[in-house]
């Protein structure tokens, strides 16, 4: 008889594996990893000292990320927010100190999932299926423990679905992924002729990009959605869609909710709050759809600009010239030529981008900075020698970073401009999930737990990672 009582458990811990069951991590280590993405340190807030910007560095980050998987322990890891372009050397860990020989990376994009397991414990089922920023792996557990012969290991598979749903405005799309990612979990089920598909062994987690407001949650706490779930002021659906299983899947962290939950499960992401201190919030029902910025944020926009304008316009004012852009560039992006508000103060000051080098779209709209732009092409954008960035388009270039939702990135360069905001309080948030289906139960769920700002000091990502071992009912 299979235990139906969760262990509650809250880390620093190791994660019980059930021999007869499968442990499972989930984390978002916040890209960039060595080498993509400059702009770590603009997570951190406030502004990082000299003696204390090591902290950001990769190699500071990654020996954080490697105690935690190592001392949680899992059978299966699940990453989000892996570099392709350095993904073997930055985790090279996994497998050379800590014994996870199995890994899945998915095929494409920039901010990818990355899937590891220990082949001591669990068999690869067929090849893994890469959906719309979701990874599907099956395993088969092995029977490694030859001291517990009563409890011996069913030939049954598990489906681990690791998602990184799309970030901003994209609920719709949000949907279509993970209702995508279930579907490929039941159909391979059938096809691997599974005793009863619909009751697989299933379980989903990962980074979501959204809270119980979530559409693709929805979807799975409830079984389905359709036309008329409204998010960010948009059906989520044309049409009802519905999970091709009996019953919804099961959050972990509420499996058994103790007591000192009191009702509010631990976040997953803790960040500054920003949003009220950026934001005008005169408009409420437009200020997350088309947000624009307090009076007090372009005050100290407008203070900013007079202190690097040096250009005399026809009036009395001054205005800034290529050389003020440039010592503006430098002081928040380390030199010029990086960076999205180099992009965007170019374009304003007159730089016509030729058609052949926009390469594509896919950015990350609410996630550090995303481009669209081969290296090699991006050194070809130029600040015109006679341009002029007006107050105007100063303010329309955080304005379009405002839009991506890069709340961070402007209050970085508000504070290291001069101008800091008074943050007080911390934005909290369950981004990061894990589900399961009905025909499994959560043995023991290990919770995370931090109280200031992340990333900081102890937290290598602006996410705190899910952790759950299951047994077969």
Request: net charge negative; charged share 25%.
């Amino acid at each position: 008889m299979v235990a139906t009582t969760c262990q509650h458990l809250i880390a620093p811990s190791t994660l019980p594996s059930p021999v007869t069951g499968l442990s499972v991590l989930s984390y978002n280590v916040l890209l960039p990893n060595s080498q993509d993405g400059w702009w770590t340190y603009k997570m951190y807030l406030p502004p990082l000292s000299a003696e204390d910007e090591y902290i950001s560095s990769w190699e500071y980050r990654r020996s954080l990320i490697k105690d935690r998987v190592g001392r949680v322990d899992a059978d299966i890891v699940c990453l989000q927010e892996v570099s392709p372009l350095t993904f073997e050397d930055d985790f090279e860990f996994m497998t050379e100190h800590l014994g996870y020989d199995g890994v899945e990376l998915f095929h494409k994009g920039r901010f990818r999932p990355a899937t590891f397991w220990k082949k001591s414990r669990v068999e690869l089922v067929g090849p893994a299926q890469h959906k719309d920023r979701t990874l599907l792996t099956t395993f088969r557990l092995l029977d490694t423990d030859t001291t517990r012969p009563n409890e011996s290991v069913s030939s049954e598979n598990w489906h681990v679905l690791n998602c990184h749903l799309q970030a901003g405005k994209q609920g719709g799309r949000r949907v279509r992924q993970i209702v995508e990612g279930v579907s490929a979990a039941y159909k391979l089920a059938k096809k691997l002729k599974e005793k009863d598909p619909a009751n697989l062994n299933l379980i989903v987690c990962g980074d979501f990009n959204g809270g119980e407001e979530s559409g693709a949650v929805h979807y799975l706490e409830k079984g389905s959605v359709g036309p008329d779930f409204i998010e960010d002021g948009e059906s989520v659906s044309s049409k009802e869609k519905c999970l091709p299983l009996p019953s919804p899947l099961m959050d972990v962290v509420l499996t058994d909710e103790v007591e000192w939950m009191n009702g509010c499960p631990p976040p997953t992401l803790v960040v500054p709050e920003l949003i009220s201190l950026i934001i005008d919030q005169g408009k409420i029902e437009t200020c997350y759809i088309n947000p624009q910025f307090s009076a007090d944020t372009l005050d100290r926009f407008q203070r900013i600009y007079e202190r690097f304008a040096s250009v005399p316009s026809d009036g009395k004012s001054m205005q800034m010239g290529k050389l003020d852009v440039e010592r503006w560039l430098t002081a928040i992006n380390g030199r010029v030529g990086r960076g999205s508000e180099f992009r965007s103060a170019a374009k304003s000051m007159g730089w016509v981008e030729p058609s052949s080098e926009l390469e594509g779209s896919g950015r990350e709209s609410n996630k550090r900075e995303s481009t669209t732009y081969k290296s090699t092409e991006r050194s070809r954008i130029k600040i015109p020698e006679e341009g002029i960035l007006s107050l105007e388009d100063f303010v329309g270039v955080y304005l379009e970073e405002l839009r991506q939702g890069k709340f961070w990135g402007i209050a970085w360069d508000l504070a290291t401009l001069g101008e800091p905001l008074p943050v007080e309080n911390v934005f909290t948030e369950r981004y990061d999930r894990m589900y399961c289906s009905k025909s499994l139960f959560p043995a023991a769920v290990l919770h995370f737990h931090c109280k200031n700002p992340c990333p900081n000091k102890s937290e290598p990502s602006d996410h705190l990672p899910i952790a759950a071992s299951f047994t077969r009912l």
